[in-house]
């Protein structure tokens, strides 16, 4: 993948963000937008007391107490909740929609399959390669 050159701010903008790791937790959490977060610290500055709460304080603690890390939680909240929000019911008609196209797959293969050209009959040939002939 080829590296662009970015603008400054935008680089500064993600070395600040690497500072600050609970930026990228709240933008998976779809409580900000990258576009917000930016804008708040291009207009704000870093050194505003807003971003007190994005500082990650406690990662040392978190990886020796051998806790999930914040992704696999948040991974794991997802499929949680799409399988919550599932209607069976719609569910077992997909299921059924793609079994009907398997078997009428199933069926076209047969259908090619049973469809060969008939060899032609040839005489049978001796297949005993040690067979002699009397003189």
């Known amino acids: 993948m080829a590296s662009k050159s970015l603008h400054p701010s935008v680089e500064q903008f993600k070395s600040f963000v690497k500072e600050h790791p609970k930026l990228l937790q709240s ?3 779809k409580e900000n937008t990258w576009q917000e977060l930016y804008e708040d610290w291009f207009l704000l500055g870093a050194d505003d007391p807003k971003w007190a709460q994005f500082e990650d304080n406690n990662t040392e603690q978190a990886v020796s107490n051998n806790e999930p890390e914040p992704e696999q ?3 794991m909240n997802q499929i949680t909740g799409i399988i919550k929000n599932m209607d069976a019911n719609q569910v077992q008609h ?3 929609q793609l079994s009907q196209a398997i078997g009428a797959i199933q069926g076209v293969i047969n259908q090619f399959q049973t ?3 008939p060899t032609i009959n ?3 040939a001796n297949n005993n ?3 002699f002939k009397k003189d």
């Open 94 to 96: 997909h299921i059924n």
């Open 73 to 75: 939680k948040n991974w």
């Open 115 to 117: 469809n060969n050209p």
């Open 27 to 29: 933008v998976r959490k």
């Open 129 to 131: 390669p040690f067979a």
């Open 122 to 124: 040839q005489p049978p």
